[in-house]
């Protein structure tokens, strides 16, 4: 789930809301400033500071639910608990040092052009396709 100003506040009842639907995890993801994101940023954007302190309660409400039986993972959470406390890989390229853009991944977007990563797919959302690798044939 991308965050926009519009979800802030609400993390607890969109957590709530995935429980009901069945779903076992959620990855809360901060907004990043490319593409679509950085043209509407009058419109969604907000302090991260304020996504944090949103985060950690969202956190809490799942360590919460957790203790309480109902089993639900916060996705980032995990992937860094991951890489910390274990010596497994993740396969999360934004996690590889050097980066795994174009080598462990690679985004294809909608029309068939595939990108180096999601933030690339981003940028070639406003035109900016120098991150372009090639596109899909059928």
């Known amino acids: ?39 509407d940023k009058h419109k969604i954007a907000y302090p991260v500071s ?24 916060e996705g980032y959470a995990e992937l860094l608990l991951t890489r910390i406390l274990t010596p497994f890989a993740t396969g999360f390229v934004d996690l590889q040092s050097p980066a795994g853009v174009g080598i462990s991944g690679v985004i ?8 180096v990563s999601d933030e690339a797919r981003m940028l070639a959302s406003v035109n900016n396709h120098y991150f372009k690798m090639g596109q899909a044939s059928a």
């Open 1 to 39: 789930m991308t965050t926009t100003c519009y979800s802030l506040g609400r993390f607890k009842e969109i957590i709530d809301e995935y429980v009901r639907l069945g779903f076992n995890s959620i990855f809360l993801r901060a907004l990043n400033p490319y593409g679509f994101a950085k043209r």
């Open 50 to 73: 304020d996504f944090i302190s949103n985060y950690k309660e969202a956190l809490d409400y799942i360590i919460e639910l957790n203790l309480k039986g109902t089993f639900f993972i």
């Open 108 to 115: 294809y977007d909608y029309n068939g052009n595939v990108y």
